[in-house]
């Protein structure tokens, strides 16, 4: 068993926060460990939490929409959440929530590496930009921890709201352009220095 395959298993039986009680499954994530692309949404759903897949819902259906349409394979991406676990009746996470999870993100990254990751919605982005808004942020590339990161709304919104809908589809469009330009991810800060960042950051 290797690295990756030892953090899903971590993952799969993880206690850590009171998230654990509740859930059907746990959700690691789905996608190679060598992906470019890394997506990171917010937490599982109802679908998520049965099947223990990320984006399998009507958001996901969205979402492997807008992947193709950008000329992506689901299959060369990897999909994951900042919670893994999904939290109750869908209710947003909490930070202690968030803060449990964090090393199993963190560790992610190191791992897979990515060139660009692409948050979804904007509990993905205050882990990389803490203290902004999306509508401010949103489709424009930065580099962040020496990596592309690239904020985006979730996929939801446009469920919620059929207006960004078109919105979504234009800033996707943009993601294998900046995985082309994107410069070798650097090594990444050890984590406890990721955290007082977070912590800072919020």
């Not at 962040?144 to 709201?161: D, F, K, Q």
């Amino acid at each position: 068993m290797n690295r990756f395959e030892e953090l899903t298993k971590r993952i799969q039986h993880c206690t850590d926060c009171p998230l654990s009680r509740t859930r059907t499954n746990a959700v690691p994530g789905d996608g190679p460990s060598s992906a470019d692309i890394m997506m990171i949404g917010e937490g599982p759903g109802f679908h998520e939490d049965r099947q223990g897949l990320p984006f399998v819902g009507p958001a996901g259906r969205f979402l492997n929409e807008l992947i193709t349409s950008s000329g992506l394979r689901r299959q060369d991406v990897f999909i994951t959440n900042v919670v893994k676990c999904r939290p109750p009746n869908n209710r947003d996470p909490m930070p202690g929530e968030i803060q449990a999870c964090r090393k199993h993100l963190d560790e992610q990254i190191e791992i897979i590496n990515p060139k660009v990751i692409v948050t979804l919605g904007r509990f993905s982005m205050a882990r990389f930009i803490p203290g902004q808004t999306i509508g401010r942020v949103r489709a424009k590339a930065r580099q962040v921890e020496g990596r592309t990161i690239y904020p985006m709304y979730h996929p939801a919104a446009a469920l919620h709201n059929g207006s960004l809908r078109s919105v979504i589809e234009d800033d996707f469009r943009a993601i294998p352009s900046l995985v082309e330009q994107a410069l070798p991810p650097e090594d990444p800060k050890p984590p406890a220095q990721q955290l007082d960042m977070f912590s800072q950051g919020r």
